[in-house]
Nanobody, 125 residues
Framework: QLELVESGGGLVQPGGSLRLSCLASGFNFDYYAIGWFRQAPGKEREGVSCISSSDDSTIYEDSVKGRFTISRDNAKNMVYLQMNSLKPEDTAVYYC??????????????????WGQGTQVTVPS
């Protein structure tokens, strides 16, 4: 059974850091692109970042460029999102998602078939 489980969320002061983790199981992780998405209350889900299956190419949404870093460890079936210089507007539930894709990745939610349950990140104003 394919499963994605996020962890690492929490409450952090502005300017602080968190590292989110996404543990995958039940599928051949090496062939899947992984994306991170977030959804704040009353807002639509938006793409944050993604990493390809093959060449570790990455994409970042403009508001997180230079602050967030996505990485993956195929040996551990893990994808990470290092979030630095956090801002109140980063407050949201963060989700990881997976799609079988041979090259590249997209940060478009409709692209992804499998989703985790989400982890809350709160940055108070």
């Amino acid at each position: 059974q394919l499963e994605l489980v996020e962890s690492g969320g929490g409450l952090v002061q502005p300017g602080g850091s968190l590292r989110l983790s996404c543990l995958a199981s039940g599928f051949n992780f090496d062939y899947y692109a992984i994306g991170w998405f977030r959804q704040a209350p009353g807002k639509e889900r938006e793409g944050v970042s993604c990493i390809s299956s093959s060449d570790d190419s990455t994409i970042y949404e403009d508001s997180v460029k230079g602050r967030f870093t996505i990485s993956r460890d195929n040996a551990k079936n893990m994808v990470y999102l290092q979030m630095n210089s956090l801002k109140p507007e980063d407050t949201a539930v963060y989700y990881c998602a997976a799609v079988a894709r041979s090259r590249g990745c997209l940060i478009a939610a409709l692209e992804y078939l499998y989703w985790g349950q989400g982890t809350q990140v709160t940055v108070p104003s």
